[in-house]
Nanobody, 120 residues
Framework: HVQLVESGGGAVQAGGSLKLSCAATGYIIKSCGMGWYRQAPGKEREEVSTISSDGGTTTYHASVRGRFTISEDTRKAYVYIQMNNLQSEDTAVYYC??????????????RGQGTQVTVS
């Protein structure tokens, strides 16, 4: 197992920006696809954005579309999410996870600690 490691969170004012990073492996990114998820206190876990294993398809939650951009660097084995025009409702712990584009992807990784994003 590879533990995914998220970083880049912090406290920003509404309207600000943050870029989150997720350290994975090139194999996981190129085989499984990756996603960013978030969970706010008292709320259900929410899928924020995903990117397919070939990098050609991205999806966004309606609430972040147009403000967030997911990207990847398979050479460096990182997945990123650029978050612009942050709003208070974006406050949450953000996690990255591998998708299940191939059988066995769920055996390759373990969840990281997440990174806290606080927007005031």
């Amino acid at each position: 197992h590879v533990q995914l490691v998220e970083s880049g969170g912090g406290a920003v004012q509404a309207g600000g920006s943050l870029k989150l990073s997720c350290a994975a492996t090139g194999y996981i990114i190129k085989s499984c696809g990756m996603g960013w998820y978030r969970q706010a206190p008292g709320k259900e876990r929410e899928e924020v954005s995903t990117i397919s294993s070939d990098g050609g398809t991205t999806t966004y939650h309606a609430s972040v579309r147009g403000r967030f951009t997911i990207s990847e660097d398979t050479r460096k084995a990182y997945v990123y999410i650029q978050m612009n025009n942050l709003q208070s409702e974006d406050t949450a712990v953000y996690y990255c996870e591998a998708l299940q584009e191939r059988p066995g992807c769920d055996t390759l990784w373990t969840r990281g600690q997440g990174t806290q994003v606080t927007v005031s």
